[in-house]
């Protein structure tokens, strides 16, 4: 249970809103309006993490701290009361990597479908799952992709050694990277060909130095036109080591010269809130190495941003 610094009956807190998991798919619930119900599947895999393990905690430590927020959005000016916040618990993983990818895609794409989905891992090869089970959660639908990360996690995955810097190779074998997009690629351990490599799919890749560039309200909108609006749909993946280590020393790869929190926070608002439908990830926290956990917090107010965008989605349709 979180402290509270003051007892005030005007707030209401997150870890007081959650709806009954028994109440998940009883099919007994009320009526929510379309668009309000968030829910959020914790995902404690990190047998593929590429360095320092801890990223199975990553999950129970995001949830505890979002719990210690209140649902009023005071940067953005948001209140979070529309929505309807439910868990719907863990996947079960095993040692067994294939077999818990697998075990992942089904569970995403037996999700309720009018659900706007919310994955905690874990480390980041349970996206490449994720993305295929939303694609057969919803066949119809084109899904666009705004990954945040310092890698290209692009490389060809050997056989026994698969780690966590493959998904975005992995994963087109079946989604079509032409509306993808990377911010924040910075990791100095790549040639020229991963860039290459990734333009040449159709991916647009933007640097830390790109964006400060080209400034951060210019590079949202130019992602927003590549990735949300051909689609409709976007699913949002956060690699936590996208941040300066400032604001994100718990991460297996901390990474000195990644992106401030707060341009991170408001990019992920304004895609939230751009798209009719939309989903998120938040991956590579490892409380382990978290010392205060500034990590978890700065995660929470990723996800909080991301509520944030979807309510205010919903004052505009």
């Not at 493959?166 to 993808?180: G, K, L, Q």
């Amino acid at each position: 249970m979180n402290t509270r610094v003051v007892e005030d009956s005007t707030v209401r807190w997150i870890g007081g809103a959650w709806e009954n998991p028994e109440n998940n798919l009883d099919g007994n619930r009320p009526a929510a309006e379309p668009g309000t119900e968030l829910l959020f599947l914790e995902i404690p895999f990190d047998h593929a993490v590429s360095h320092r393990p801890g990223t199975r905690f990553g999950p129970a430590a995001i949830l505890r701290a979002l719990d210690g927020f209140s649902l009023y959005c005071t940067d953005k000016r948001v209140d979070l009361a529309p929505l309807r916040l439910r868990r719907f618990g863990e996947v079960d993983v095993s040692n067994d990597i294939h077999a818990t990818y697998r075990h992942i895609t089904d569970t995403v794409a037996g999700l309720p479908s009018g659900d706007t989905p919310v994955f905690l891992g874990g480390d980041h090869s349970i996206t490449d799952p994720i993305l295929r089970g939303l694609l057969r959660r919803h066949p119809d639908r084109m899904l666009g992709l705004i990954v945040f990360d310092a890698h290209f996690d692009s490389r060809v995955p050997v056989p026994g050694k698969e780690h966590s810097g493959h998904w975005m190779h992995t994963v087109a074998e079946v989604f079509d990277h032409r509306h993808s997009v990377q911010l924040g690629i910075d990791a100095p351990i790549y040639s020229r060909d991963y860039m290459e490599q990734a333009e040449a799919a159709g991916i647009m890749v933007r640097t830390p130095w790109d964006i400060r560039r080209a400034g951060l309200a210019g590079t949202i909108e130019e992602a927003i036109r590549h990735a949300v609006e051909p689609t409709g749909a976007v699913h949002i993946s956060i690699d936590i080591d996208c941040l300066s280590a400032g604001f994100a020393p718990g991460t297996s790869v901390p990474n000195a010269a990644g992106l401030m929190l707060w341009d991170v926070t408001d990019a992920v608002f304004e895609i939230a809130r751009s798209a009719d439908h939309a989903s998120l990830d938040i991956v590579e926290v490892s409380p382990p190495l978290d010392a205060g956990g500034i990590t978890a917090q700065s995660a929470a107010h990723l996800v909080m941003n991301f509520l944030a965008g979807r309510a205010a989605r919903l004052r505009q349709v």
